[in-house]
């Protein structure tokens, strides 16, 4: 069973920056796609950033260039670095672990960026 919890949102002024983690419990992270998605309100979930169990790494449009994703196999972790944050990034934003067609969720951590 896979469970992933995320943490590091928080309030931050436009222009700030935040790095968001994720935990994954399970065997099956390292052989694993990773990705974060995040929900503004009123929104739909979007995709955010991905990296492969390689480590190769694909971005959004939005956030090219200001965000970064990484991973720790060893401690089962994903992590989200966002810099230069705008008010238009305020979300909830997920983490989400992809195997084999099955994926699953985090409850998710906020993010909220005031301008």
């Known amino acids: 069973q896979v469970q992933l919890v995320e943490s590091g949102g928080g309030l931050v002024q436009a222009g700030g920056s935040l790095r968001l983690s994720c935990v994954a419990s399970?065997?099956?992270?390292?052989?694993?796609?990773m990705g974060w998605y995040r929900q503004a309100p009123g929104k739909q979930r979007e995709w955010v950033a991905s990296?492969?169990?390689?480590?190769?790494?694909n971005f959004a449009d939005s956030v090219k260039g200001r965000f970064t994703i990484s991973r720790d196999n060893a401690k089962k972790m994903v992590y989200l670095q966002m810099s230069s944050l705008e008010p238009e990034d305020t979300a909830v934003y997920y983490c989400?672990?992809?195997?084999?067609?099955?994926?699953?969720w985090g409850k998710g951590t906020l993010v909220t960026v005031s301008s």
């Open positions: 989400k672990l992809s195997h084999y067609g099955t994926d699953y």
């Open positions: 990296i492969s169990s390689a480590g190769s790494t």
């Open positions: 399970g065997s099956i992270f390292s052989i694993s796609a």
